[in-house]
Nanobody, 125 residues
Framework: QVQLVESGGGLVQPGGSLRLSCAASGFTFSSYWIYWVRQAPGKGLEWVSVIYAGSGSTFYADSVKGRFTISRDNAKNTVNLQMNSLKPEDTAVYYC??????????????????WGQGTQVTVSS
């Protein structure tokens, strides 16, 4: 059974930090691109960052470059997203998703091969 389980969301003040984790199981983790995507209230799905679990290659959206860092632990089948210097506009539900191919922005979480239930991140004073 395929599972992606996110954790680590919460409420943080502007300028603060959070670390999200995604625990994967039920598929060949090292053969997939693992994405973090987010959806703010009333807005579409936004790609945030992606890592290829095999090689560790990473990409970031311009909106988070320099503030967020994605990493993976292949021994634990987990992907982490360290988020620093958080801004109110980072407020969203953050999803972990997996795809066997690297593609551009997708409109729906269901377009990925696998996805989690999401974790809420709220940046507010």
């Amino acid at each position: 059974q395929v599972q992606l389980v996110e954790s680590g969301g919460g409420l943080v003040q502007p300028g603060g930090s959070l670390r999200l984790s995604c625990a994967a199981s039920g598929f060949t983790f090292s053969s997939y691109w693992i994405y973090w995507v987010r959806q703010a209230p009333g807005k579409g799905l936004e790609w945030v960052s992606v890592i290829y679990a095999g090689s560790g290659s990473t990409f970031y959206a311009d909106s988070v470059k320099g503030r967020f860092t994605i990493s993976r632990d292949n021994a634990k089948n987990t992907v982490n997203l360290q988020m620093n210097s958080l801004k109110p506009e980072d407020t969203a539900v953050y999803y972990c998703a997996a795809s066997s191919i690297l593609t551009g922005t997708r409109k729906s979480i269901h377009e990925y091969d696998y996805w989690g239930q999401g974790t809420q991140v709220t940046v507010s004073s």
